[in-house]
């Protein structure tokens, strides 16, 4: 009876290890992993956004209030000071001129090099009828300038962030009124006059796709990682700065109909933070857990590198993306609708496994279904 009491505990203790191994592996790297609120005079948060200041301290926003589409949702806005986040500070709200209310929506922050903050946003009471605006700060977050509206019919970047290209600043946008598509807003004076370029074709599949995020190659050569309903995450290649771009396609990443970023690292590599989940049988919504990270050369094999969260408890979503000067990586994301996450992470550190098949390496990054490995 003892020797099988020894067997049972040095087999379950040996299967912990193994899975402690295995949860580690899908962690190095990180360096700070933390909420950057503890409590809010809010219940409800989501769409976080993050960018650097001149001094080099981070700073995100999102969106809050009792639940998305309710009027009293707010921009919120916190700054990484002393290795501590600062009380949230409501930044912009949806107060119309007669005194009602609108919800605010996905704020998109970019510091203009050697100027100003921008902080980016949507007022409106639903995706399918908001309207852009924007303020700037010139004191790394801590003062705003009073709300401008964008052109009539512009949102600016929809979730996330926008490129400098040349001289061109391009926001990735998209609408979901008469279908999902694809567009860019472009400003070349950083938010005073704006062209468009869009909307993009859809592809021969037809793909819904909404919030991309463009990936810089060089020479002219960029492409757009997108949230779609075609349980993929689609793509769209550009090889002459962004004026034209080839019709949406499938990627060999799945996607849950839930929200991804993007970044091209000083390094000439791609970082993608997303949901690597396919949604059940045909669904085209699956949950929004667990949250990955994954990494490629050429926007077109990826390797698996990070597992930011793992439990059944959904939803871990809407990730923004940013490197920072020190060459650091830093994402924000949503963390059951309750609180926001900040992760910072050194790439030189990261451990990469070749996805094979579009399924993760590992059942901690679960994915129940294979799908087409297009290298």
């Known amino acids: 009876m003892k020797r099988i009491l020894i067997l049972y505990v040095a087999g379950f203790w040996g299967g912990f290890c193994s899975y402690a ?10 360096l700070i992993d933390e909420f950057i609120y503890e409590q809010a005079p809010f219940p409800s948060c989501h769409a976080s956004t993050i960018v650097e200041t001149d001094e080099g301290e981070m700073v995100a926003a ?69 309207q852009g605006w924007m303020k700037i700060s010139n004191d790394g ?16 970047p929809v979730k996330n962030k926008p490129i400098l290209i040349g001289d061109k600043l391009f926001c990735p946008s998209s609408t979901e009124g008469d279908g999902w598509k694809i567009h ?6 950083f938010g005073k006059t704006w062209t468009k370029i869009g909307p993009l074709d859809n592809g021969s599949e037809g793909h819904d796709a909404i919030q991309p995020s463009i990936l810089n190659h060089g020479k002219g050569k960029l492409q757009i990682l997108c949230r779609s309903r075609s349980r993929a995450i689609v793509e769209s290649w550009s090889k ?35 949901n690597h989940v396919l949604p059940p049988g045909e669904e085209v919504k699956g949950p929004r ?21 793992d ?9 923004s993306i940013f490197q920072s000067s020190d060459g650091m990586v830093h994402v924000v994301y949503t963390w059951r609708r309750e609180r926001i996450k900040y992760v910072k992470i050194d790439p030189s550190k990261l451990k990469l496994t070749k996805i094979k098949n579009g399924i993760w390496p590992d ?11 297009n290298q």
């Not at 034209?244 to 970044?263: F, H, I, M």
């Not at 990270?293 to 094999?301: A, E, I, P, R």
């Not at 439990?311 to 990730?319: A, G």
């Not at 059942?363 to 129940?368: K, M, V």
Request: net charge negative; proline share 8%.
């Open 240 to 274: 002459d700065g962004g004026q034209t771009w080839s019709p949406l396609q499938r990627t060999n990443l799945p996607n849950n109909n839930s929200g991804t970023d993007a970044v091209t690292l000083k390094d000439g590599r791609h970082l993608l933070v997303y």
């Open 21 to 30: 191994q295995q949860a580690d592996r899908w962690k190095q790297g990180i």
């Open 184 to 189: 860019f807003e472009i400003t070349e004076d």
């Open 363 to 373: 059942e901690i990054g679960r994915n129940p279904r294979e799908m087409s490995d």
């Open 311 to 319: 439990s059944p408890v959904s939803q871990y979503s809407y990730p």
């Open 62 to 130: 999102w969106f809050g209030g009792t639940h998305e589409r309710h009027p009293d949702v707010c921009i919120y806005l916190s700054r990484r000071e002393n290795g501590k986040w600062t009380t949230p500070q409501m930044v912009a709200d949806g107060v119309q001129p007669d005194g009602s209310r609108l919800p605010t929506w996905n704020p998109v922050l970019y510091h203009v090099p050697g100027g100003e903050l921008q902080l980016y946003y949507k007022i409106g009471p639903k995706p399918s009828e908001w």
């Open 289 to 309: 857990t667990p949250l990955h990270l994954s990494v490629s050369k050429n926007g077109k094999t990826w390797y698996a590198a990070l597992v930011l969260e």
């Open 141 to 156: 977050g801590k003062s705003w300038s009073e709300a401008r509206m964008l052109p009539e019919g512009n949102i600016g």
